[in-house]
């Protein structure tokens, strides 16, 4: 169903949390007036251009910038030699830092210019800065390059096999970790005792996150006070200062780093990258404004990379068709280098998820990391939790047709069923909240899926092929409570810090250190804000994304912005109302305990008449002519909130496609989402959220995919030659919830932000296996496209004699 | 590099620059005429982000060069609205949250304007064929399927003071409003 908007104008405060008001971000976005990073123009602003490394792996011998030195407009041309000398800001080795460490990792040196080596295409070598666009870009093609080819390795199990160039000397046969969950004992037991198994061997393969703005950065270094200010596309600019501040050597309180408006992230915009840093130096270097913009083809050799798992995995179930094991092997792919967080998306984010909505007594996961001549991989919507549901949900479905059960009903005798919540896997999380069976039970009606079978029979017959395919997800969000994140790896806290701050006049300024781009934040935490003080909408100001306002920050990625930094809203805007409670009983000359606070108005409990109202205690508090005593003026809160625990989202997504085993063409019949995600606090944002994350999974599943050649050159390096889809190859979406509040935090919202793109995949390879199991194809790997769906057909009858379906000989094939 | 003298006439506003033979459009409307409405995706053609209304067709500023627009009638995303007074295709973006990080919107909205010129009544298979040109990472599509939907039926039915004028001739829009350009 679609959800309505609401005019903000006819909703009080009181019920303004859960209403699905319009965006406030809309009209700057929907005029042009909105300023994006590389809107900014500043005076004297000189253009920075990038030499990267054509190739995938080689030994630098020269670089010669001699031509490009002499050109008109060139400023200055550096290599990593330049970063070094004493007479150039900061001090070596100039190397990105990886924010999540494993007891096992390989942390490789991550240089931000390539200190003679380079080990993807895409790799920068040299900068270029020069006093237009045009000019940076001339001259960067004017370097000169002489480099000695190595062989390059792009496939994880290629990198580890033993006979694949070694990409680092100190990361022997490329592994850049070992890590596994679980219990193998255990897990090798309940394989022993099993009456069933299934298995399953699949790729989820590397996507490119195409965020439709690309990265970009101006910075502007004042030497009169030594401040530097980088504006630039980020997800977390707290997080950016930080790690940038390290990396060029500006102390962190001289740094601001401000993200403008940001045209998308999916995760791209997390990470620390070489050229945000390198704008930052220039600047510094020369003492005036600098700009990049990243062209496409940049973006697309340079972001980092989503997914990129080779797997195998099996499942056991007992007679009764109990799950009682699951084990799990993969090579995950960390590209050239370990990014910002690259060792927790396929270890404490992907393992951890390996329970799926099941009741599994004995799990085993082992994962190892591969150095690979790719850009680096990093998280990309979803991060780790995409691939542990793919290969869950895979398993599931495999597991099912092994018991010759229905694939909905295996699933649901194997949920964690509903009081055994708070649940506690066996890969070393516990599950807050979840009722599985319901939105189950919504997607089977919305699916009309006993009917559907019938159609199924059906179609059949007449040499038709449907499918459905089922994807009951789970999501881990709410990134994280700090003392577990540390002791798993992480380099930072994941708490989330906010200021709420009454003006004088009554009206409010929050600041939260998320940093939403696309989400509509301003919106969402003006509802909890206005809702929580009991004042209009109108008077609450959001702020975000810039670290000279807002006093701390961890950033939006994870979906846990409304879960963590909505919490920390929520704490603030408490703290708040507590100190507004006892200028108000001083005020009405009552007992701070005896004045209650309802609707934006402190009142007496017993005399409703004496009152007074929280924009006029605001007042108070500023003029502090009358205040209780020992009790400072004004009236503003900050707060740090850490979570207790993650927040799991779950829900059920169902695809039904036909497919035309003829020309390998899918088409959607029906595609229907239902989604817990706790409350919600703008049901019109949330469905939205749901749209562009299906949207993305189902991209995954038909149409991206980064491809490389044997040398790591980019064959997808285009919007021409990878298929970001278009409006025509996504299917209208037929999206519900149900609500279970998480008990963990103040808004009992848990997360939304990538739950689509986490439950897609699956539901849609699952119904196209659905519609081809008369053929005896099972798998196909993904981009599903037509050539791999007429090629899966077109081997499984070759395999079984090229029998026809139609002629009632087809068995289901080898299985 | 040899450069030219031309004439640009921007939501109304005539401007003469100079630019280079290779300058993009969306370069000249953006870096020299400060129109930062228009965004640039992929400098391919391949987005749309960069989607800008040249004598009344819609095109992509990104893969134009400026001396090709040489005295033509620009509009853009600025251009858009009448003085306060949004466009129905503004208004129903809004109003069906057919936009998140807003990135390519201002292009979505100018090729929704040209298709709707076209098709007053399109069907939802036909707006969604019709924004085959445009590329969202963020919505899924379906609710700007739904706000092209919804101010078709605003422009049909009227219900838009001034809005309603899709087809209308970017040299009649009046030049003493705002035209969202900075000057240098």
């Not at chain 1, 390539?114 to 790799?123: F, H, L, N, P, T």
């Not at chain 1, 290969?391 to 229905?406: P, Q």
């Not at chain 1, 559907?452 to 038709?464: C, M, S, T, V, Y």
């Not at chain 2, 936009?99 to 929704?112: A, D, E, R, V």
């Amino acid at each position: 169903m679609t959800i309505e908007s609401v005019d903000p104008d006819d909703v009080t405060a009181a019920d303004i949390l859960g209403s699905a008001i319009e965006r406030r971000e809309d009209p700057a976005l929907i005029t042009g007036d909105a300023e994006y990073t590389d809107d900014i123009q500043l005076a004297d602003m000189a253009h920075m251009s990038v030499v990267r490394s054509q190739y995938g792996h080689a030994r630098i011998e020269d670089v010669d910038t001699s031509e490009a030195e002499a050109m008109d407009g060139v400023v200055g041309v550096y290599t990593h030699d330049d970063l070094a000398r004493e007479d150039t800001p900061g001090e070596a080795p100039f190397n990105l830092p990886v924010g999540w460490l494993l007891p096992s990792l390989n942390d490789v040196d991550h240089p931000i210019l390539a200190d003679g080596k380079v080990r993807y295409q895409g790799d920068a070598i040299a900068i270029v800065v020069a006093e237009q666009r045009y000019q940076a870009a001339d001259a960067a093609g004017a370097v000169d390059v002489s480099y000695e080819r190595l062989d390059a390795v792009t496939d994880p199990d290629e990198a580890l096999s033993g006979d694949a160039r070694q990409l680092h000397a100190d990361a022997d046969d490329n592994v850049a970790f070992d890590w596994e969950i679980g219990d193998a004992e255990k897990t090798a037991a309940a394989f022993e005792d099993a009456s069933h198994t299934a298995s399953i061997e699949l790729t989820n393969q590397l996507v490119i996150p195409n965020a439709m703005e690309p990265r970009a950065a101006v910075a502007d270094y004042h030497p009169g006070t030594d401040e530097l200010e980088v504006f630039m596309t980020s997800q977390n600019p707290h997080l950016h200062r930080l790690l940038m501040s390290g990396v060029i050597g500006h102390p962190e309180h001289k740094l601001r780093v401000k993200a403008p408006e940001v045209g998308g992230g999916f995760g791209s915009k997390i990470h620390h990258y070489a050229d945000e840093t390198l704008v930052a130096w220039c600047s510094k270097l020369l003492d005036r404004p600098v700009k990049w913009t990243a062209t496409r083809s940049e973006t697309y050799q340079t972001d980092a990379l989503g997914r990129g798992h080779e797997t195998e995995a099996e499942i056991a179930m007992d007679d009764d068709g109990d799950v009682i094991g699951l084990r799990v092997d993969t090579r995950a792919n960390l590209g050239a280098y370990l990014s910002t967080f690259a060792p927790a998306v396929p270890t404490y984010l992907y393992g951890t998820l390996l329970s799926g909505q099941y009741d599994i007594p004995a799990i085993h996961g082992h994962v190892t990391g591969a150095f690979t001549n790719v850009p680096p991989v990093d998280a990309y919507r979803g991060a780790g939790r995409p691939e542990a549901s793919f290969v869950v949900e895979r398993l599931m479905n495999r597991a099912a047709h092994e018991m010759g059960m229905d694939p909905a009903e295996f699933r649901r005798r194997n949920f964690v069923p509903d009081e055994a919540f708070p649940y506690e896997t066996q890969v070393a999380v516990v599950y807050d909240s979840g009722e599985y069976e319901k939105p189950m039970d919504e997607a089977l009606d919305l699916l009309d899926y006993e009917d559907f079978r019938d159609r199924q029979k059906e179609a059949r017959e007449e040499g038709r092929y449907l499918g459905v395919g089922f994807s009951c997800y789970i999501e881990a969000c709410g990134l994280a409570p700090s003392e577990l994140a540390g002791q798993l790896g992480a380099q930072a806290g994941l708490w989330e810090s906010s200021l709420v701050r009454f003006h004088p006049s009554g009206t409010v300024t929050a600041f939260c250190g998320t940093s939403g781009h696309g989400q509509g934040h301003a919106t969402t935490y003006a509802q909890i804000v206005a809702n929580e003080l009991g004042v209009d909408y109108d008077d609450v100001e959001i702020v975000e994304g810039d670290t000279d306002e807002i006093p701390h920050g961890m950033g939006t990625y994870g979906s846990r912005s409304a879960a963590v930094g909505g919490s920390s809203l929520v704490k603030s805007a408490r703290k708040v109302v507590d100190k507004a409670r006892e200028i108000a009983a001083h005020s009405l000359e009552a007992d701070p305990d005896d004045v209650e606070f309802e609707n934006g108005e402190f009142r007496i409990v017993g005399a409703p008449d004496r009152s007074i109202g929280i924009q006029s205690v605001a007042e108070q508090a500023y003029l502090a002519h009358d205040m209780p005593d020992d009790m400072e003026p004004g009236l503003e809160a900050t707060s740090f909130y850490d979570p207790d625990n993650f927040v799991f989202p779950f829900g059920t997504h169902a695809a039904i496609v036909e497919v035309d085993p003829e020309t390998g063409e899918i088409e959607f019949e029906k595609y229907v989402a239902v989604d817990d995600v706790g409350n919600q606090i703008n049901p019109k944002i949330v469905e939205g959220q749901i749209h562009g994350g299906v949207a993305q999974g189902v991209g995954q599943a038909l149409y991206e995919g980064a491809e490389y050649d044997d040398n790591g050159t980019l064959l997808t390096g285009s919007m021409q030659d990878y298929a970001v889809p278009k409006a025509e190859h996504v299917p209208e979406m037929d999206t519900a919830s149900t609500v279970t509040p998480s008990p963990h935090n103040p808004l009992g919202v848990k997360g939304v932000g990538e739950a689509g793109t986490i439950a897609a995949p699956q539901a849609i390879v699952n119904a196209v296996t659905d519609a081809l199991e008369p053929f005896g194809v099972d798998h196909i790997e993904m981009p599903m496209t037509p050539e791999r769906v007429w090629r899966a057909v077109d081997a499984s009858a070759t395999a079984d004699g090229g029998h026809d379906p139609e002629d009632g000989t087809a068995d289901g094939g080898d299985r | 590099m040899t450069e030219h003298d031309i004439t640009l006439t921007v939501n109304g506003t005539e401007h003469d620059l100079t630019v280079e033979a290779r300058t993009l459009l969306a370069h000249a409307l953006r870096d020299e005429l400060g129109y930062t409405g228009t965004n640039i995706g992929c400098e391919s053609s391949l987005c749309g982000a960069c989607t800008v209304h040249l004598d009344g067709e819609a095109v992509k500023s990104c893969t134009a060069l400026a001396v090709q627009a040489d005295g033509a009638e620009i509009r853009t995303v600025e251009g858009l609205a009448d003085g306060d007074e949004l466009h129905a295709i503004q208004r129903a973006f809004q109003e069906e949250h057919g936009l998140q990080c807003g990135y390519c919107t201002p292009g979505m909205m100018m090729t929704s304007v040209e298709l709707l010129k076209e098709n007053p009544n399109p069907t939802r298979e036909e707006i969604r064929e019709g924004l085959e040109g445009n590329l969202c990472r963020c919505t899924g599509y379906q609710n700007i399927v739904n706000a092209v939907e919804n101010a078709a039926e605003s422009l049909r039915s009227g219900a838009v003071a001034d809005g309603g004028t899709v087809a209308d001739d970017p040299t009649a829009d009046d030049p003493t409003t705002t035209d969202g350009g900075e000057s240098k």
